[in-house]
Structure formats: C-alpha cells, structure tokens
C-alpha cells in the first residue's frame, strides 16, 4: 500500500510540474533558447544574443542574399 501512495504523489507532482511549465508561452522558451548561455543578462538586464545563434544567422543571410543575387542577375 505503501508504493501506491508514493506512486500517487510522485504522478501528482509530475502532473503539477508539467502545468506550471505549459504557463511558459512560446516566446519566453524561444527567448531563453537564444539567450547567451554563459552571460544571459549584462548588468543593466539587457539581453545577450547567443553568439553562435547570430553566427549561423549572418552567414545564412550571406547564403540567401547570394542565392538572390544570382537568381536575379543573368548574363
């Protein structure tokens, strides 16, 4: 008996925990997800950029931009 009770509270609290991290809405996980994972916040509480993120988002917008440049242009 002593198993079904603590199996009752460990679903409980699992069932708990998952309420609370469904209130997290979709632009506060994307927000933590491209937060700088070795300094989120500088001192003045400004967000920081993860610098791999910004990385990966300038070289695809060289990609794309080349991409258009010679679609656009033809000899």
Aim: hydrophobic share 45%; aromatic share 10%; proline share 4%.
């Amino acid at each position: 008996m002593k198993a079904d009770t603590q199996l009752g509270e460990m679903h409980d609290r699992l069932i708990d925990f998952h309420r609370q991290s469904l209130r997290e809405g979709l632009g506060d996980e994307l927000l933590i997800r491209a937060e700088d994972p070795l300094k989120p916040r500088d001192e003045h509480g400004r967000f920081h950029v993860n610098p791999i993120l910004l990385l990966l988002a300038i070289v695809l917008a060289f990609v794309f931009g080349t991409f258009m440049f010679f679609s656009v242009v033809q000899s």
